[in-house]
Each structure stands twice: as C-alpha cells, then as structure tokens.
C-alpha cells in the first residue's frame, strides 16, 4: 500500500492496477455514453451503419442464421418493452381503474416507457455488435435452411405487434409524441370600454 496525492492509500498490487484501470475504463465510457445522450439521430444512424455492417458481413460469409435470428428475437423483445407502457394497464385497472385518460376530463398521464429509448437504442447497439464478434466463431455458425428461420420471425413479429397494437387500442395509447404538445386556449376577450389597455 502507497499513501497516493489525495491521501488515499493506493493498492500497487497487479490485481489494484488492473481494478483501477478497469474503474478509469469504465468511468471513460460512462462519460463517452452521457455526451451522446442528446444526440438521438446521430446515434441511430451510428447503429444503423453497425447494423448494415452486420448484415453485409452475414450475407458475404452465408452462415451464422441461427445468430441473427437471436438478434431477431431480441430486438423484438427490445421493441416491445421500447412500445409499453411502464405501468401495464391492465394490471393498474385491477388495482385503482384505468392508469391512462379516457376522457377529456381526465387528468393528463405523460407516456413512460417500459424501456426508454436511450437504453433500447444501447441494447440494440450493443446486440449488433456482439452478433458482430460471434460470426468470427465457427461453433455458432450452426447449419440451418434460413427461410423456415426467416419464416418464423415474420409471423412471430405479426402476431407479437399485432397483440400490441390491439392492447394500445384497448387502452388508448400512443407510445410517440412528435414536437411539443402546444394547447389553443381562449382568445382574450376584448378590453372592457373605459379600462386602460396595457
């Protein structure tokens, strides 16, 4: 143990210096990841480009089926929790009634996602780029006749969105705003004779 500038004793062990590096790391990246947050459109494109890099290196090779129809089913899984609500309706209706307005006269609930979009853009990201480094493999490059694969996401993705598009209908929620929601309130009526005007 060495006394460092802080005060702090600091371990200069092998196993000290490799927890302190992997802290600096980490603290790196976590700072990396917070200056990115406001940058929505930049991010997506970043990851559409991982994911085009994915599918052109999964097309050259024609293997690794069984990788991407995981990150299929994944990202379907991302979506879905990406499209619900945080507090299910229906289990909130046991509980207390309806968890969104139903009239006009009901309060105003903002939207809260199950998962917010910034961790369903990173779990997306980082799905692509783990496929990316399995196709390296061959142990997960398992032969499959790829159409049957192919087949079965499709109807799996009708039948999953279509459960969630019925449920946003039942419930009356729309998982997107688009803009700033602007409120046209009554026009002022005109000054009272005889009432200064400002």
Not at 148 to 153: A, D, G, R, T
């Amino acid at each position: 143990m060495d006394v460092g500038a802080n005060g702090a004793a600091e371990d200069l062990s092998p196993l000290g210096i490799v927890t302190r590096w992997k802290f600096n790391m980490s603290r790196q990246y976590q700072h990396f990841l917070d200056k990115t947050t406001p940058h929505v459109l930049r991010r997506w494109i970043g990851s559409l480009v991982i994911g085009c890099i994915y599918v052109l290196r999964v097309y050259l090779i024609q293997g690794f089926y069984i990788v991407s129809y995981g990150l299929g089913i994944y990202m379907l899984n991302l979506l879905i929790g990406f499209l619900s609500p945080q507090v299910d309706p229906e289990v909130q209706e046991l509980y207390d009634g309806a968890a969104l307005p139903t009239r006009g006269s009901d309060e105003f609930r903002p939207f809260v996602r199950r998962l917010p979009e910034f961790k369903f853009w990173y779990s997306i990201t980082k799905a692509f780029c783990i496929a990316f480094v399995m196709t390296f493999f061959s142990v997960f490059d398992v032969p499959v006749f790829w159409p049957i694969l192919l087949f079965y996401w499709v109807v799996l993705f009708t039948l999953t969105m279509r459960r969630q598009i019925s449920h946003m209908i039942k419930y009356k929620y729309v998982p997107f705003s688009f803009g700033k929601q602007r409120y046209d309130g009554k026009k002022p009526s005109a000054p009272s004779a005889g009432l200064p005007t400002d």
